[in-house]
Every structure is written in structure tokens, then in C-alpha cells.
């Protein structure tokens, strides 16, 4: 009975072998998968236009990358549009995450991309939008819904 117990185990490592290998290639392929970062901070209080510090907290990353760990914003004024660098230092390593928001309002969210990560992210590419800014909340909150992917 224990010889068969274990080469029924042995008989089933391809299949598991193959399903873990078809797993990570799916997650690095190129393909676009989904992203959310939930993030939630204490806002430095005044207008921050100059590219100054105007919030820290943390945020939590779920979908293709699952991680989390502290974030700063810093935030700049280019005419009617606010410019927001998020960085999010997590155990993975460091995404920075740019923010365009129209300070007149406008349709459809406001845009964010990628423009640089560190260690595991270091050849991460994405956009989205941020699809909550409750900048007046105490906390404030934030919540980036896009997609990236590994190159």
C-alpha cells in the first residue's frame, strides 16, 4: 500500500509541475493584467506646488502585484494640472506612480502611469486612473485601478 501511495504522488508531479510552469509564464509574458493600489495618508495640510512633500501613509498593491508598504506623495503645479508623484516602497521594491489631475475637473478619472520602479519592478510598465480621491477625507484616500505589465 505505501508503494502505491507513492507512485500515484510521483505520477501526479508532471501535472503539477506543468500547471505552477504555465502559472508563472502567464504572469510574465507581456500580457496586461489588472492592478489596484488602495492607498491612504495624511496630507501635509496647504497647497503643495512646488514638488514638495504633500502627503505620506501607505498603500496595499492587489491583482498582478501584491504587495504593500509605505508612500509618499509629492505634488506640483503645472498651470490647471496637478502633478502627484506617488512612491510606494513596498518588500518587492519601489514604484513610482505619476499623477495628472485636471484642477478644473474633467471627465473620466484622472490618468496615472508608471514611470519607475526598483528591484522587482524594475521593468514594470502601467496605467490607469485614479478612481477615488477623497483628498479631504481624515484620512485621506486614494484607490489606482489600471493595468501593468512586466516589460
Not at 502585484?65 to 506623495?73: V, Y
Request: hydrophobic content about 35%; overall charge positive; charged content about 15%.
Amino acid at each position: 500500500m505505501r508503494k502505491r501511495s507513492i507512485a500515484l504522488s510521483l505520477a501526479a508531479a508532471p501535472a503539477t509541475v506543468v500547471l505552477i510552469s504555465s502559472c508563472a509564464t502567464a504572469a510574465h509574458n507581456g500580457t496586461h493584467t489588472s492592478l489596484t493600489v488602495h492607498c491612504t495618508e495624511t496630507l501635509s495640510g496647504q497647497e503643495v506646488a512646488d514638488g514638495g512633500v504633500s502627503g505620506t501613509g501607505h498603500c496595499t498593491l492587489t491583482g498582478a502585484l501584491h504587495d504593500r508598504g509605505p508612500a509618499t506623495d509629492y505634488r506640483m503645479q503645472n498651470g490647471e494640472t496637478a502633478l502627484i508623484r506617488r512612491v510606494v516602497t513596498g518588500a518587492k521594491g519601489t514604484i513610482t506612480f505619476l499623477i495628472k489631475i485636471p484642477l478644473g475637473g474633467g471627465p473620466g478619472g484622472e490618468p496615472w502611469t508608471i514611470t519607475s520602479g526598483t528591484k522587482t519592478y524594475t521593468k514594470l510598465h502601467g496605467r490607469g486612473h485614479q478612481v477615488v480621491d477623497n483628498y479631504t477625507g481624515s484620512p485621506a484616500t486614494f484607490v489606482l485601478k489600471g493595468t501593468v505589465s512586466p516589460a
